[in-house]
């Protein structure tokens, strides 16, 4: 097995804006040749996160490394390995050409110029036809294809995309998703994304983490539960397991139907007999470093999730891989996305 470089570390990070603290990571690696998805809810720090990431913003504490190197270090050509697709972007009021030949241009690599932009078209899912198209006289999927598309021929190491999906269809948003999977099989291209659509961010990305109110949940340990949800009488979300069991988050009747609920693995409990509880079965159970707990990880009706279990309870609960438990999952305590 090769070995897994690291892309970017984090320590002890915090970003303000004005006064207000909206970012505070204690600790964060990203690996490389990865699909990381970012999920969070409005305002809990995301771009934030994107323009440090790409080098837009510096931290006003703690530090960032990329590729081990520390941000303040980093010269121009290094930083130009990461490419932002920003939320909202900006078309050049130009043809499409011009905006996807513009960054080449720029890096004065013009090279077979015409031909990398055919292709860069053809990986968004838009032919020839567009080239002579001007900026506005496309719809808006097209016209975030086209600005993907701008990126793409950069052929980057690292590609953030803040929001891709934001105002396109179903089919704009698939192509994208194609358009992300062979960038990263062609040029092992890494890629930071968040979406607002959970389920296509789900099924886009090998490794989740997400953010509240600026705090990473830590990603080793959240649970994250995606749609579908089931309503019960009052209207609550109710999470139907695929084994048939079925657990109900009170108070949830204002959540919409493509909500992700995420719980701390310290809100999950194993081995109470509750109402709630539900049966799961112990996959693996690792211990945390410099902690006196163990990280217990089960499977209810194929849905991975995890918990946080002190090593004597594990002793004395005879906690073991294999075992069938008894979960009780503190839905008071979870947060919508
Ligand atoms: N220029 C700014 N000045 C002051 N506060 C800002 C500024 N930009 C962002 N913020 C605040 O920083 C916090 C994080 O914002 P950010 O845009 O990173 O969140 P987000 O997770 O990307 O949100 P969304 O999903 O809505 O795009 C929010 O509370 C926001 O109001």
């Known amino acids: 097995m090769g070995t897994v470089k690291i892309l970017y570390e984090l320590k002890n990070l915090q970003y303000f804006h004005e006064e207000k603290r909206v970012l505070n990571i204690d600790k964060l690696i990203l690996e490389e040749n990865q699909i990381i998805g970012v999920f969070g809810p409005n305002g809990s720090g995301k771009s934030t996160l994107f323009s440090l990431l790409s080098f837009i913003t510096k931290p006003n504490y703690g530090q960032l490394y990329f590729n081990e190197i520390d941000s303040r270090k980093l010269d121009f050509s290094l930083k130009q390995n990461v490419v932002i697709l920003p939320q909202n972007p900006y078309l050049l009021k130009r043809t499409v050409f011009d905006n996807i030949a513009y960054g080449l241009q720029l890096r004065k ?7 990398r932009v055919f292709e860069a078209l053809k990986q968004v899912g838009l032919d020839k036809s567009f080239i002579n198209r001007k900026w506005n006289q496309l719809s808006g999927g097209e016209a975030q294809r086209v600005a993907l598309a701008a990126r793409l021929i950069l052929k980057p190491k690292v590609l953030i995309l803040d929001e891709p999906t934001s105002g396109v269809d179903t089919n704009s948003a698939q192509l994208i998703k194609e358009a992300i999977f062979l960038a990263k099989q062609k040029w092992d291209t890494s890629l930071i994304i968040s979406s607002h659509d959970h389920n296509w961010l789900n099924h886009t990305c090998d490794k989740k983490i997400a953010l509240f109110q600026g705090e990473l949940i830590e990603s080793g340990s959240i649970n994250l539960l995606f749609a579908p949800w089931q309503k019960d ?11 048939g069991q079925k657990l109900i988050f009170e108070n949830s009747y204002s959540k919409k139907r493509d909500s992700i609920a995420m ?11 509750d109402k709630n509880a539900i049966k799961g079965l112990i996959t693996s159970i690792h211990k945390e470093p410099h902690k006196n707990e163990m990280l217990v990880e089960f499977v209810i009706g194929g849905i991975c999730l995890n918990s946080k279990v002190s090593n004597d309870e594990v002793k004395e609960k005879k906690l073991l891989p294999g075992n069938e438990v008894e979960v009780t999952i503190d839905t008071s305590k979870a947060c919508w996305i």
């Open 109 to 115: 690599d013009t090279k077979d110029l015409k031909q």
């Open 233 to 243: 009488l009052d209207g609550n979300l109710v999470k139907e397991f695929f084994c």
């Open 263 to 273: 719980i701390n693995s310290e809100d999950i409990y194993l081995n109470k007999k």
